[in-house]
């Protein structure tokens, strides 16, 4: 029987928002001989359980923790790890998981509290890998799940050493990539919010990064000892240096199989989870954006997020394109007209009216 009364030690959560490079994160912290990495892509407990959130994602809300745990280890994330059919994880090795006998793990215990319910789904998934070896009582526990930042109080809550890793992106190439994304037709935040090759509401998009970007510096001023923020850029420019800085937080030894992204102790194909034909960090994202970030984008991202751009050191994207250009092929009029009142529209995403900011100067 798996003990989960015992807490976790130093549990690791990984966040970020989608498209900036917490796949590839994850894949990097894999092969550390001291910890278990999650092998599911996301551990959606938030996704389904009770909490309230700002994100539309949600696919559930339930309080009953045997109700949760059957939600979160039956969900896709999870089951494909044994499916030869899923797109995903193409590189990846089908049977280093017993997926049913995880499940009847999970399933033959009661959990009386999220902690013990998170213990339970890591031990019994380290317990059913045919790739991991160690003690399952003393190893340290990671996992990742996009847009989570928003409940780090209750992790803390549950697990008061943990170690939270907020993963950020360059926000032009961030915006460049969800728009892109949501051209092709994906999800964001689980709405499609286009169709299929047509322009964007940015709405949505603004609205998901002021949050993740207000929490990440909330949390990062507030506990610096349990949440960090790492540059997704940096780790392509310099993965030793940030690495080492990274393994210092988090209280483990810098080790070099970590720069090699792996998943379930094989080598991954690269640094989406819909692989290429490479097996080592790739820095084409460093600069693939530019070029396909338009002048007006350019100026919504420095409308919105100049300061965290300056703030976190990266190239600040000069733009003074007009506004009422002509409307694109791609674009229809609701389209057009939405994405421009934005530009009006600061106070409606958190952030009080520039007359509120100069009356509170003086």
Known sequence: MIDIQTPLKQPIFISGLPKSGTSMFKTLLDSHPEIFMFP???FELFYYSHHKSM?????????DLNKLKELIITNEFITRLNNPESEA?????RDTINIPAFQEEVRAQNPKNYSELTALIYKAMAKNSSYFDGNIDQVRYASKCVLTNEFFP????WFPDLKFVEVLRNPYGHFNAVRNSARKGAKYE????????????????????????YNMEKWKELYPNNFYVIVYDRILEDPEKELNKLS???????DPSMLNPTVGGEKFGGNSWYVENYDKIDKRPLTHWKGK????????????????????????????APLWKKMGSSEDLRTYIGNRILFKAKGWFGYPSDEVQNFKKG
Request: hydrophobic letters at 35%.
């Open 55 to 63: 994100m539309l994602g949600k696919l559930a809300y339930e309080r």
């Open 293 to 320: 970030i338009s002048p007006l984008e350019i100026r919504l991202v420095n409308h919105f997020f100049e300061e965290i751009i300056k703030k976190y050191g990266f190239e600040y994207l000069e733009s003074n």
């Open 248 to 254: 210092e937080f988090i209280g483990v030894k810098f």
């Open 40 to 42: 599911a892509n996301e």
């Open 89 to 93: 994880l193409k590189s990846y090795k």
């Open 154 to 157: 209750e992790l803390l809550s």
């Open 190 to 213: 689980g709405e499609k919010i286009t169709s299929k090759h047509k322009y964007p509401v940015l709405g949505e998009i603004i609205r998901c990064m002021n949050q993740s970007y």
